[in-house]
Nanobody
Framework: QVPLVESGGGSVQAGGSLRLSCAAS????????MGWFRQVPGKEREGVANIASDGGTSYADSVKGRFTISKDNAKKTLYLEMNNLKPEDTAMYYCVSLKDTRAVAKWSCNNGYSNFDYWGQGTQVTVSS
């Protein structure tokens, strides 16, 4: 059973928009901290955005003002709204989460936390110039 399932990736032109979704289960949806990472082949994974228990969010400098992370606790779904996409946003995007039994402080979640338990299989985003 795949713990997290991403969808919504695709190919767009620069300036376009995409909305990624991440469906979790009861045991893989964390009330404390969830996020999105991305990776380009040959490069390290990069944290894109996190969202904490109170809805507080944090973003990589490269996406601030363009991307918005949100969640629906009832649907156990995480989202990433991506606007004004640039070619450098091209990457595989991964949803991440904690075990439901692990707690992470809000300040930690929104200050570069990266020790997640679950990773999705990824969804490809390609932005052409």
């Amino acid at each position: 059973q795949v713990p997290l399932v991403e969808s919504g990736g695709g190919s767009v032109q620069a300036g376009g928009s995409l909305r990624l979704s991440c469906a979790a289960s009861v045991s893989t949806y964390s009330a404390y901290c969830m996020g999105w990472f991305r990776q380009v082949p040959g490069k390290e994974r990069e944290g894109v955005a996190n969202i904490a228990s109170d809805g507080g969010t944090s973003y990589a400098d490269s996406v601030k003002g363009r991307f918005t992370i949100s969640k629906d606790n009832a649907k156990k779904t995480l989202y990433l709204e991506m606007n004004n996409l640039k070619p450098e946003d091209t990457a595989m995007y991964y949803c991440v989460s904690l075990k439901d039994t692990r707690a992470v402080a809000k300040w930690s979640c929104n200050n570069g936390y990266s020790n997640f338990d679950y990773w999705g299989q990824g969804t490809q985003v390609t932005v052409s110039s």
